[in-house]
């Protein structure tokens, strides 16, 4: 499904918290490119620099060095303004807390980044009743978020991530608060209807029972890109760009590579 | 994005009717405290305000207000009416005395005499009788509350008399009187009975009531009559004045209103404010959230200052809406008769509000747009 385009594509880039002293290496080189069509996973322990990598693509922090293309524009040459509108027009969101509006009834959560593109309440809410049909949801529509289920919840936010057809899905940890069952449903879901050949999706996620649905997994450590699997669905090539022991170390923390242990079985 | 505004103000709705009672508690508190204060520091320019003929009063230099005269000779009338540009000068008296009612009950009365000729000074607010029937012997108009104190569960009627100074007041007419600031009973009588129902005394005259010639100004014919006579001569807006800031510099009736303001403002600000900030604290996931997607930081401070102005307009209407139930309920009541929701008052707690929910919301919106979208990828 994947094409040639470059949805993308990261040179170098690093990102520094703090000064000085009490500075933080967040990120350190990353070299990465993203397709459209494919399904990346970012993986690895909890401080690797996985959601300051998803924050700084998103345009959500800035990277303090290197070059960075998002959908063809440079989000560092963006102004403030012009990178919110980048982001409503191209981006949407699926968070680990799925972060609905309480308030709102999840047909109206779905229509949100309509509602801030200007699109008139009667018509965005028709059209996140649509989407929350294709989610199998249309009898939840009417629903506060406290009266769904976790898996139901995370539909309304793949929805709501979807409804204004974004050419980047950018997902922090959608499966970590469900369980196994519902988990699965949400990226068999996410992966048939988030994944297009026009579109990117990127998953920062720890739950490597989801790793057989990337296209491509960067595992990450220490701000690193430690290895890069490419190509998976069409045989894995694992390209590994840190030393050896870093990577076996990181192996060894987190069990990082069960689907190659699988292959090697 | 406004119902979404509207929908996250309302969905918790114990914080959201916190917020609207709140302000309108305070709002409720600064309008019943300051408009008592402004009813009863009026009071003491009831009696200036209730004689409309006139548009100066005259008096012995050393005069501060109307409650406390010491009186001019008769013959500074006739040098009144010889300044040129007086229209006409009449005498007027102010003063008290003790009445006594059938049933034994006595009151200290606040007693005007008016000109004998023209009457000037005389009530014109007439509930039962008319002024004209102070031409009658003996005659004197009471005031409502003073009719009520004398002849209790009476409807009002005439006929009936009181005693002053061992002599015989025949009640005319009644009269709808501005309080005055202690609540005694107005009487109204003509200047020469108001000396037999005083006892006498050296000199009567407690004030020259003048009006200036077409063509000269208040001010002018004051400072003409200053020149003249030595005495001093103020416009009835002035002597009111004059009246207000005696209260407010000799009792410590500012003082104690002035607290319960303050608290109210205090209270009124602090609750409010510091709950709709909470209010915002417990949304900012839900901000960060819309800001990830894409909500411009103007769309989101619209949607805050929409949640302040509707709180503050809510609560703002319930306040004033209590407030204005309490003074139609009181504004008959003896005691608390004529104390009025003024709507300079209502203007004035509209631009607090105004100001608290603004305060407020600025605090909020200041936290809101240094906030990190990034926020929403913390778990």
Not at chain 1, 142 to 171: D, F, N
Not at chain 1, 211 to 216: E, H, K
Not at chain 2, 41 to 65: E, N
Not at chain 2, 252 to 271: D, S, W, Y
Request: hydrophobic share 50%; proline share 4%; charged share 20%.
């Amino acid at each position: 499904m994947a094409t040639d385009e470059i949805a993308v594509l990261s040179r170098d880039v690093t990102k520094i918290f703090g000064r000085g002293e009490t500075q933080v290496h967040a990120l350190r080189g990353i070299d990465l490119k993203i397709r459209l069509g494919e399904l990346t996973m970012l993986v690895g322990p909890s401080g690797s620099g996985k959601t300051t990598l998803l924050c700084v693509i998103t345009g959500l922090l800035d990277a303090t060095s290197g070059e960075l293309v998002v959908l063809g524009r440079r989000p560092a040459e963006l102004s403030q303004e012009e990178l919110i509108l980048f982001r409503r027009k191209n981006l949407g969101f699926v968070f680990q807390q799925y972060n609905l509006i309480p308030a709102l009834t999840a047909a109206e959560n779905v229509a949100v980044p309509l509602l801030a593109g200007g699109v008139k309440r009667q018509q965005a809410v028709a059209r996140g009743k649509e989407f929350l049909a294709t989610l199998g949801m249309s009898h939840r529509a009417h629903a506060l978020p406290s009266e769904l289920s976790g898996g139901e919840q995370q539909r309304v936010a793949l929805a709501r991530a979807l409804v204004h057809e974004p050419k980047l899905i950018v997902c922090d940890e959608p499966t970590s608060a469900l369980d196994a069952a519902t988990g699965q449903t949400v990226m068999e879901l996410l992966s048939v209807t988030a994944v297009r050949p026009d579109r990117a999706v990127i998953i920062v996620t720890h739950d490597a029972r989801i790793f057989d649905f990337a296209d491509q997994i960067a595992h990450m450590d220490d701000g690193r890109i430690v290895s890069l699997e490419e190509d998976r669905k069409n045989g894995t090539r694992t390209n590994v760009l840190a030393p050896a022991s870093a990577v076996l170390s990181l192996a060894a923390r987190r069990n990082v590579f069960p689907h190659e242990r699988r292959v090697g079985t | 994005m406004n119902f979404v505004a509207l929908k996250m103000l309302v969905a918790d709705r114990a914080k959201y009717f916190s917020l609207i009672f709140a302000i309108a508690f305070a709002s409720f508190l600064l309008a019943n405290q300051i408009s008592i204060f402004i009813g009863i520091m009026a009071r003491p320019a009831s009696q200036i305000r209730d004689v409309v003929d006139a548009d100066v009063w005259v008096m012995d230099p050393q005069t501060l207000y109307s409650d406390e005269v010491y009186a001019l000779r008769d013959y500074d009338l006739y040098r009144i009416r010889s300044v040129p540009g007086v229209e006409w000068a009449v005498p007027l008296y102010k003063g008290t005395g003790r009445a006594k009612g059938p049933d034994g009950r006595f009151r200290t009365v606040i007693l005007m005499g008016v000109d004998d000729a023209s009457l000037v000074g005389a009530p014109r607010k007439m509930l039962v009788g008319s002024i004209y029937d102070l031409n009658q012997p003996d005659a004197a108009i009471i005031d409502k509350a003073g009719f009520q104190y004398f002849f209790p569960d009476q409807p009002l009627h005439v006929g009936e008399t009181l005693q002053m100074n061992e002599k015989r007041v025949l009640i005319v007419g009644i009269s709808d009187a501005s309080a005055p600031f202690q609540s005694f009973p107005v009487l109204h009588t003509r200047y020469s009975q108001a000396l037999g129902f005083v006892g006498r005394e050296r000199n009567l005259l407690s004030f020259v009531l003048a009006k200036p010639l077409a063509g000269v100004s208040i001010q002018e014919l004051c400072q003409r009559i200053e020149t003249a006579t030595g005495l001093r001569a103020r416009s009835a807006a002035e002597f009111s004045w004059d009246a207000f800031r005696f209260y407010m510099q000799n009792t410590g009736i500012p003082v104690n209103f002035g607290i319960t303001v303050m608290i109210a403002l205090i209270v009124g600000t602090v609750v409010p404010g510091q709950t709709f900030y909470i209010f915002t604290m417990e949304s900012l996931k839900e901000f960060g959230a819309l800001k990830a997607i894409g909500v411009t930081n103007r769309r989101i401070v619209s949607m805050i200052l929409l949640q302040a102005m509707v709180v503050g307009s809510t609560g703002y209407a319930l306040g004033m809406g209590m407030a204005a139930a309490f003074f139609a309920t009181f504004l008959n009541y003896l005691p608390t008769r004529g104390i009025i929701l003024p709507w300079q008052v209502m203007a004035s707690i509209a631009v607090v509000v105004l100001f608290v929910v603004g305060l407020a919301s600025l605090m909020s919106i200041r936290r809101v747009l240094v906030l990190e979208p990034a926020v929403v990828f913390r778990s």
